[in-house]
Nanobody, 110 residues
Framework: HVQLVESGGGSVQNGGYLKLSCTAS????????MGWFRQAPGKEREGVAT???????RHADSVKGRFTASRDNVQNTLYLQMNSLKPEDTAMYFC?????WGPGTQVTVS
């Protein structure tokens, strides 16, 4: 069982930036494909980015060119750099290994 904890959320203005982090409890994290997801009020959870064990990434069209997922397998940490934030990016952001989920971190863009 891997425990995941997100951090780095906050409130920013339109066009601002944030960097989210997700720390995993187990060193086996390095063997997992990981993902960033988000859920806005009244909407379904959606995928934002996935990152494979080797660091290769895929990003949703809605964030492509603005968000960048990365990972540090030594620090057991996943990152999501979010630039040029828009109000529609407002959501709770989660990381996951597709079996376990963190509690989420809130991002609000106004």
């Amino acid at each position: 069982h891997v425990q995941l904890v997100e951090s780095g959320g906050g409130s920013v203005q339109n066009g601002g930036y944030l960097k989210l982090s997700c720390t995993a409890s187990a060193s086996t994290y390095a063997h997992y494909c990981m993902g960033w997801f988000r859920q806005a009020p009244g909407k379904e959870r959606e995928g934002v980015a996935t990152i494979e064990r080797d660091g290769s990434t895929r990003h949703a069209d809605s964030v492509k060119g603005r968000f960048t997922a990365s990972r540090d397998n030594v620090q057991n940490t996943l990152y999501l750099q979010m630039n040029s934030l828009k109000p529609e990016d407002t959501a709770m952001y989660f990381c996951s290994d597709f079996n376990n989920w963190g509690p989420g971190t809130q991002v609000t863009v106004s």
